[in-house]
Nanobody
Framework: QVQLVESGGGLVQAGGSLRLSCLTS????????MGWFRQAPGKEREFVAA????????EYADSVSGRFTGSRDNAKNTVYLQMNSLKVEDTAVYYC?????????????????WGQGTQVTVSS
C-alpha cells in the first residue's frame, strides 16, 4: 500500500511558477514510477508527467513540455513538479499517482495509487 499526499498548490499569475510536492509513504514507495495528472473543470483527467523510480527517465505531455519538470528525492520520499511559465489553461486540480509499471504505463493511466489532489489556479 502506498499513500500519496500532494501540497504546494495555490493561486498564481500567468507567467509565474509553482512547485508541487507529493509525499509518499509505504515500505516500497521508492520503487514505484510516479506521475502527475490534472483535471480541469468539465474535463477528463489528463496525463502531465511521469518520473521513473530512480528519476532518470521522465515523460511529459506536449502541453507542458519545456515548462514543467518532474523530479524525485527518494531519500525524502518526495516527488516534485516544478511548473514554470504557467498559463491560465494550466488551471486544474493536480494529482500525484504511483505505478508499478514504467513511464509509458503512467502516460496511459495505468496507475495503482492516487493522491487527493491539490488545486492550482492561474489568473490572467
Amino acid at each position: 500500500q502506498v499513500q500519496l499526499v500532494e501540497s504546494g498548490g495555490g493561486l498564481v499569475q500567468a507567467g509565474g511558477s509553482l512547485r508541487l510536492s507529493c509525499l509518499t509513504s509505504g515500505r516500497t514507495s521508492s520503487q514505484y514510477t510516479m506521475g502527475w495528472f490534472r483535471q480541469a473543470p468539465g474535463k477528463e483527467r489528463e496525463f502531465v508527467a511521469a518520473i521513473s523510480s530512480r528519476g532518470v527517465y521522465t515523460e511529459y505531455a506536449d502541453s507542458v513540455s519545456g515548462r514543467f519538470t518532474g523530479s524525485r528525492d527518494n531519500a525524502k520520499n518526495t516527488v516534485y513538479l516544478q511548473m514554470n511559465s504557467l498559463k491560465v489553461e494550466d488551471t486544474a486540480v493536480y494529482y500525484c499517482a504511483a505505478s508499478d509499471g514504467r513511464t509509458w504505463d503512467v502516460r496511459v493511466g495505468r496507475v495503482s495509487y492516487w493522491g487527493q489532489g491539490t488545486q492550482v489556479t492561474v489568473s490572467s
